[in-house]
């Protein structure tokens, strides 16, 4: 089968670029993985462990040539990445991003899109709370869903090809309009964050328990937080100032249930919360059966690398 | 050697007295164990699969003869089940408990133990999100702490022996006093579960994003929170209603803080941001120091069974 993408440019070289890289390499995706990144000390990682087959020092160098250009940089520093490479990118190309925001980069992006290049926004719905040009692995995207959110008039042939490139990394794709897939990931991942972030800021700051108790302590459920809350502080920074309205609202809501059940805890109502808690029992039952994760103690984890 | 408790009566087959019944025989701790439940069900399954040497129906029965009582049912029943079996107790037994609260446990349980038997509160800090008889396995206290929460004038023999069988079933022991026990677990359990749970019934409220959006799109952090959120509802219900201010206490602290970085989400202060979530990343690198977590994708749980 002949590769997808003859050349493909990674701008920015993290968890999710790496992964991708080895995510190809794995599937025969692309003819030629070109890599670039703004820290000279990524860069040198990424070409002593061969993450790409070259690496090249700037973005607008990267593109040269290339038949797809992948953003992988921290949201608010997509404008920035389009403005430099726009005028080198090959003419009939794709350029997509994998930004947790969708809106946003579309509005900081689209604009310095050239005639006959294809513009399509993107979003792989995997992660670790590990970052970096080492932390990616080619199983990252298995059975994980990749969200393209292309405009109306967006070129079909330029998507299908991005979709089986997607697929052949692993991933199941869906298409989605930008303003609901960030009220999507808000629930789903924007907020859960934030919670997660805050609450281990807490235990950080209390003065009566001490952080080496927090820390000792933490099998009971405070552990699970504290991954997600170790997750890159850049990226993160980005998602809620570029994501700020659907977030906003979400925490609202989250809030005002929040309120809600910590009154009945005040007031003894028993009832209220067991009904509550029996309730959210049967989200993750949904969530198992639809492959997204695992009853096993090792949440299936062990096979993803 | 010899076996530190000749016969071992576990009150409750759910999952810690079931992970307790396998990790004794693991380690030859006990001569007899004797479990009960108060659902014949429950007591059914525990005898077809052999959890116990025997099964019996009811709390006073399987305390006669017993050396050690571990009552392992919600917190919420401690004390009717300590009434139950206080005339049945041996003199110079031990009676010890595994629920997560440890004031509220204390004063529903010890006022009904007779003078002669020694009453030591504990608490494994270990589970999964499953219960049941079928749910325990040896290994879930291997390497997870235990604390025990002895009154001032508790047997020092009594203790130790205790002690030695939970560093038998693979535990850390520490000791500590009630009251800091029932905060410390307010911030590194109770406080997280509700907002799991919380955050998890917001997601199944929302009109906008669909259940199955919510399901088929978990994988980029929610998914955790419905881990935490599909524990035990009666279990979790009692544990808020009898550690109640201590959870009030830190929700208050944790809203808070929610407020302050909402509001800087809402300004758009990036840099307070970026601070929070550099200072929570130390948390995560002390706990994996600490041995209570790997930075491995499966967690290291691929080891618990």
């Avoid at 040009?133 to 299908?160: H, K």
């Avoid at 609202?252 to 067991?274: H, N, V, Y």
Wanted: proline share 4%.
């Amino acid at each position: 089968m002949p590769v997808l993408y003859d050349r493909v440019a990674l701008i920015g070289l993290g968890l999710i670029a790496g992964s991708m890289a080895h995510a190809m390499r794995r599937g025969n995706l692309a003819g030629e993985i070109v890599g670039t990144a703004r820290s000279a000390e990524t860069r040198a990682i990424a070409q002593e462990i061969g993450l790409c087959d070259r690496v090249v020092d700037t973005a607008a160098e990267a593109v040269e040539g290339a038949d797809l250009v992948v953003l992988a940089v921290p949201v608010g520093a997509m404008g920035a990445v389009a403005r430099e490479i726009a005028p080198h990118l090959k003419p009939g190309a794709t350029v997509t991003d994998v930004g947790s925001v969708k809106r946003a980069v579309i509005s900081a992006v689209d604009p310095h899109i050239p005639e006959g290049v294809h513009f399509i926004p993107g979003h792989p719905l995997a992660g670790t709370e590990h970052s970096g040009p080492r932390s990616g692995y080619a199983e990252l995207f298995d059975n994980r869903w990749c969200l393209l959110v292309p405009s109306g008039n967006a070129d079909v042939g330029a998507i299908d090809r991005l979709r089986a490139l997607w697929e052949g990394m692993g991933a199941h794709v869906d298409l989605m309009d930008a303003d609901h897939h960030d009220l999507v990931l808000a629930v789903t991942s924007h907020a859960p964050h934030l919670i997660a972030y805050t609450m281990v800021g807490v235990a950080d700051d209390l003065r009566r328990v001490t952080d080496s108790e927090v820390i000792k302590y933490s099998a009971a459920g405070f552990r699970d937080f504290t991954r997600i809350a170790a997750s890159d502080p850049t990226m993160w920074r980005d998602v809620f100032l570029t994501n700020k309205d659907a977030t906003l609202e979400i925490l609202g809501r989250f809030t005002e249930e929040l309120f809600a059940l910590q009154r009945a805890i005040r007031s003894g109502d028993g009832e209220l919360l067991f009904d509550y808690f029996t309730r959210t029992r049967a989200i993750r039952r949904g969530i198992i059966e639809a492959g997204q994760d695992t009853d096993a103690p090792d949440f299936g984890r062990a096979k993803a690398r």
